[in-house]
């Protein structure tokens, strides 16, 4: 962690083509059969561990969970609170970013961190989370 408090100076050492190759797999592993929009998620801890996600849907549609809140879920079982990178997997062009429930839920573990999009064609946009979200409803709004 450098002085400001931020995992950011970390971000700059992340194997994105490791953390791409996650999210693909979890993407295969998407259950979307009534989008068929298959999403994966790869979330790079601190410590190294890597949390996957993928998005499952429901017939009753809208309990269906992202990729992003999956890997989440995965993360924080296991311990995991403070992250450095986020890769994405969709096959959108250009590439999807997280949708607005799921920034919400990125900025609930802070400090901001590098978040990699990739989409059909290789395409990638990179981006943070605070950028995302700026101004994200949070738990400081609770101290009243
Ligand atoms: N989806 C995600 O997994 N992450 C997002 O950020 C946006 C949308 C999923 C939800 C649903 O299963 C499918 O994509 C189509 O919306």
Do not use: H, K
């Amino acid at each position: 962690m450098s002085d400001d408090g931020s995992d950011a100076a970390t971000a700059g050492a992340v194997d994105w083509a490791a953390l791409r190759a996650a999210a693909a797999e979890a993407r295969a592993n998407a259950y979307a059969p009534y989008s068929r929009f298959s999403v994966g998620a790869a979330l790079l801890a601190v410590d190294g561990r890597v949390f996957r996600g993928s998005n499952v849907e429901n017939a009753s549609y809208g309990l269906s969970l992202c990729a992003e809140r999956a890997a989440v879920a995965a993360a924080v079982t296991a311990g995991a609170r403070r992250f450095v990178a986020l890769a994405l997997v969709t096959g959108a062009s250009p590439p999807a970013t997280p949708c607005g429930a799921c920034r919400q839920v990125l900025s609930e573990l802070p400090p901001s961190f590098a978040i990699r999009c990739f989409g059909a064609d290789g395409d990638t946009v990179d981006t943070t989370v605070e950028a995302l979200l700026p101004r994200a409803f949070s738990r400081g709004a609770l101290d009243r």
